[in-house]
């Protein structure tokens, strides 16, 4: 059976809210040298793509989000030699998940660990790869200090949790209510704590038994700035995910300096391509073989394609724990 000229697909058609999502037919892209087409099960939904659509941007012209995804490989660009059609595997991708198909850059696609489906798949690729670059590129944690996460319960932190801890670093997190709480110490927390409390900083360096915190991944916009910088190791480091609604972070200046503490952050997408190809080896040799019953992603709902939307809206809830998938039909 030959491949179809067009897709469906769920494009952004202006700034605004989840409405903005609608359904398209567009041609069906094209692998250029390095890149595979994948024909997608899943894609995951990220904060990311919601701040997109929010924006109204389209990156490279493209105007499908979705960093990431999970199929099997339908064709070939030039020069591929390490990927072969009918692999069932996840990327992470440079936008267009949210369709039938996706392209990906091969050094981007691994193969899915037997132990997990699809759906399981979809889940990993941006979540390990903003994991890792965040803790060892950017904080460069060290084995002996402890580490925080704001949002442990997230898509991105539940799988960070249970990373960090199967790799044996002690990793706290934070959560915004009880059950939450609970579930960021069943994916690995070495303590897990409610961000609203106002001893936050207090029982965050009792936990590390006053240590404090050397590298902290940071997904609130800086909203707890005081206690993060209250709670900090000596030289410890700041990590941010999102910019929020593009407001200005307010730094206290005088603990920052007294504790010599960097603040930093940065986004997945920018980084050059060489770079993510040497997260990628890195992930498939110390992580992708802990999915040996160590982790499991949790999937928080499932969407059919169509009904991004809805997803976007779950997403803007926060309520989920775990991964927010999109289901693509495979008819």
């Not at 994948?38 to 939904?45: D, E, L, P, S």
């Amino acid at each position: 059976m030959g491949m179809p000229m067009q897709q469906t697909a769920m494009i952004i058609t202006a700034a605004g809210g989840p409405e903005v999502l609608q359904v398209a037919h567009m041609p069906l892209p094209r692998p250029g040298q390095h890149q595979v087409l994948i024909k997608v099960t899943a894609a995951g939904v990220n904060r990311h793509d919601c701040n997109q659509r929010a924006a109204g941007v389209h990156h490279d012209g493209n105007p499908i989000p979705g960093l990431e995804a999970s199929g099997v490989v339908v064709q070939l660009g030039d020069d591929v030699t390490d990927v072969a059609v009918g692999d069932q595997v996840m990327a992470l991708l440079q936008g267009g998940g949210y369709a039938q198909f996706a392209l990906a850059d091969t050094a981007l696609v691994m193969k899915i660990p037997q132990s997990l489906n699809m759906d399981e798949a979809a889940c990993i690729p941006e979540a390990l790869f903003t994991a890792w670059w965040n803790f060892f590129g950017l904080m460069h944690l060290k084995r002996g200090e402890f580490a925080l996460i704001h949002g442990g319960t997230s898509g991105v932190g539940h799988l960070a949790l249970q990373a960090l801890s199967a790799l044996g670093y002690r990793v706290l997190a934070t959560a915004g209510s009880d059950e939450k709480v609970k579930a960021a110490t069943g994916f690995g927390a070495y303590a897990a704590f409610s961000y609203k409390d106002a001893d936050l900083a207090a029982k965050v360096r009792d936990a590390t038994g006053g240590a404090g915190i050397s590298a902290l991944l940071d997904m609130s916009a800086g909203a707890h700035i005081a206690a993060d910088l209250e709670m900090m190791a000596p030289d410890g480091r700041i990590a941010h995910l999102s910019a929020g609604g593009g407001g200005m972070l307010q730094v206290p200046l005088k603990p920052l300096m007294a504790k010599r503490i960097s603040i930093t952050g940065s986004l997945l997408r920018p980084l050059a391509l060489s770079c993510k190809a040497e997260i990628a080896e890195l992930i498939r040799r110390d992580v992708l073989p802990l999915f040996d019953g160590r982790m499991r992603p949790t999937i928080a709902s499932r969407f059919p394609l169509e009904d991004a939307a809805a997803a976007h809206r779950e997403m803007e809830k926060g309520s989920h724990i775990g991964k927010i998938l999109l289901h693509v039909s495979t008819s």
